[in-house]
């Protein structure tokens, strides 16, 4: 068997829901504190993804990274390559997908934690960045942790985004969703099973670890 | 040291209005639940931003609506004590306290924790601490950070009766030794009375003039006062002809002058004294009365008593012995003149 696409697949999801990560917490950090209407808007904005059909981002990807868009010709220009149908065209496909779990868990906890210990830590003259690095996040990690593994399981199984913008090339694009359609559709059923078998259990596991960092309590949410 | 405080803010129906000013004393917010005491202290520290009015700390402006004057809560240098310790989760008791310590001064950790009867407890989390504990390393924190002005909310409210009493010394004796400007919020009017100098009453999102502790516990002015400091026999009064009439209570008492604004009267409910323990000397209204129903207490007894000729009831608060004498004699209680209060709206 050839192990290709489960490289692929875990280097693609480590390096998107590693940007995931960063940009999801600190959208959530900065929606929180927007007033009302502002806040609506972009919440809205950063959790649409998470309800269209990844096809549709897909198609919208490819309008701005194909060959023909103004980024293509850019990029076609100055380095003689291309974005799409490279591995790493699936990133910015699965960075999108998975951004709305990260933000959405990281939000939550944001949420939960309990102002006045923030209000405290102001009228003590710590720093916003002190209390960000060193109250908020440590106190918001089973949280935040649970947000990250989340995101990385999502981006392991994109399937419909990622076969738009990277395709299937075996040992290029292929990754494991990708190759389990491709297996069927070429009545290689078999083989299929064995990349379906493989999903299933990477993914049991990981909703498993998703589970227990979610089960213990955070410190400073009120119960 | 001082603290001057002008501010409006609207909170959907709510409306804050509130001025007062302090300086080196021990000042009380006093009023019941939803009254804006501790949103007043959240627009003094900085965490809510008023809408409008100044706020003054130590001749520094720290808010100026009219000049957009905002200082963040981090410049203002207020010392916070919040109702549920706010102490941070992922912290040691050691931490917390270091963790707002200028740099060069945290070599004096020890003494902060040793001043503050922090000592073993040093590596324990917040959540490892008891009520009192806790509130002894917020106190301690709060303290290390050098306030200007340090600011209680309902500090005691969480803990149980028997710790109350003992963190109202220590909280007291730091804030003695602290010597600044001290604004205290509670809707206790004993423990207003014990740790404040003087009172600000609030009601409704309002406040009255600052005043004395003495003024207000021993003669309110107004109906809102008479209520905090826990009067209970309250009735509408007018005054006639010479006389301040009470129907309720079946009260009339001679007043030549004509007391402005004149709507309520209240007794003191433990003041009032069988007719037969008073000498011919005591100044006082003598009525008839009949009990209504008899509560009974662990050191005195509470009666509910109908005056005759008057459908109000009285409260009134009887010793245990006295009341065990009260069937031998004819049912008349005598009210001295003194504790009848007068008040307006």
């Known amino acids: 068997m ?15 829901s590693f940007i995931t990560f960063f940009i999801g917490i600190f959208m959530a950090y900065y929606i929180v504190k927007l007033p009302g209407v502002l806040k609506g808007f ?74 006045n210990i923030i209000a405290a ?49 075996a040992n290029s694009t292929a990754t494991i969703s990708t190759t389990v359609a491709y297996f069927w559709q070429t009545n290689q059923d078999s083989q299929a099973m064995n990349w379906v078998l493989v999903n299933i259990g990477i993914s049991f596991v990981v909703m498993l670890i998703v589970n227990i960092f979610e089960k213990k309590n955070s410190y400073g949410r009120r119960s | 040291m001082s603290l001057y405080c002008k501010i409006k803010k609207r909170l959907g129906a709510f409306t804050l209005d509130v001025k007062f000013e302090a300086t080196d004393e021990n000042v009380a917010l006093m009023g019941g639940s ?41 410049k203002r240098k207020v010392g916070f004590l919040f109702q549920d310790y706010a102490l941070f989760p992922n912290m040691t008791v050691k931490k917390n306290i270091m963790a707002v ?3 060069e001064k945290r070599c004096n ?5 040793s001043a503050y009867h922090l000592t073993g407890l040093e590596e324990r989390l917040p959540s490892e601490l008891s009520g009192g504990q806790k509130q002894r390393c917020a106190l301690a924190r709060m303290m290390a950070c050098e306030p200007e002005i340090i600011m209680l909310d309902e500090p005691f409210s969480a803990l149980d009766s028997y ?22 919020v509670s809707h206790d009017r004993d423990e207003v009375f014990r740790i404040s100098d003087k009172v600000v009453v609030m009601e409704h999102g309002k406040n009255e003039k600052i005043c004395s502790k003495h003024a207000l516990y021993i003669k309110p002015k107004t109906y809102t006062d008479a209520l905090l400091i826990g009067c209970k026999n309250i009735c509408q009064a007018y005054w006639k002809r010479g006389r301040v009439l009470a129907p309720d209570y079946g009260l009339e008492l001679e007043c030549n002058e004509n007391f402005d604004g004149l709507s309520y009267l209240c007794i003191r409910t433990k003041r009032i004294l069988p007719a037969f323990l008073t000498t011919p000397s005591t100044d ?30 009285i409260r009134w608060e009887i010793q245990k012995d006295v009341y065990a004498q009260l069937h031998k004699y004819p049912r008349v209680m005598a009210i001295p003149r003194t504790e009848i209060l007068l008040l307006t709206k």
């Not at chain 1, 220009?77 to 868990?105: E, G, N, Q």
């Not at chain 1, 995101?151 to 395709?167: D, I, K």
């Not at chain 2, 949103?39 to 700390?57: F, H, N, W, Y």
């Open chain 1, 121 to 169: 830590g102001k009228t003590l003259s710590l720093s916003n960045s002190y209390i960000f690095w060193r109250i908020l996040l440590p106190n918001c990690k089973e949280g935040i942790i649970a947000g990250f593994v989340l995101a990385f399981a999502r981006g392991l199984g994109e399937y419909g985004a990622t076969s738009m913008v990277a395709g299937y090339i």
């Open chain 1, 42 to 115: 972009f919440d809205t904005l950063l959790t649409i993804p998470m309800v269209l059909p990844p096809t549709v981002v897909g198609f919208l990807l490819l309008k701005v990274l194909s060959p023909k868009s103004s980024l293509g010709i850019l990029v076609k220009k100055y380095f003689d390559t291309t974005i799409t149908m490279k591995w790493y065209a699936a990133i910015f496909a699965v960075v999108i997908v998975t951004l709305p779990l990260m933000y959405r868990t990281a939000r939550s906890s944001f949420e939960a934690f309990d102002k």
């Open chain 1, 2 to 16: 050839d192990w290709f696409p489960l490289y692929n697949s875990l280097r693609i999801s480590f390096v998107a």
């Open chain 2, 109 to 113: 950790i020890d003494k902060f924790i």
């Open chain 2, 34 to 74: 939803g009254c804006g005491k501790s949103m007043t202290l959240r627009c003094i520290a900085g965490v809510e931003t008023p809408d409008s009015g100044k706020i003054i700390i130590n001749g520094k402006t720290v808010f100026d609506a009219e000049k957009k004057i905002n200082l963040s809560p981090q």
């Open chain 2, 101 to 103: 310590m200028a740099k």
């Open chain 2, 284 to 313: 006082a209204l003598l009525l008839e009365y009949e009990i209504v129903s008899v509560t009974e207490g662990v050191f005195s007894d509470i009666l509910m008593i109908k005056p005759q000729n008057a459908d109000g009831l």
């Open chain 2, 163 to 184: 710790l109350r009493w003992q963190m109202e010394q220590e909280v007291i004796s730091a804030v003695k030794e602290f010597g600044k400007t001290v604004l205290f």
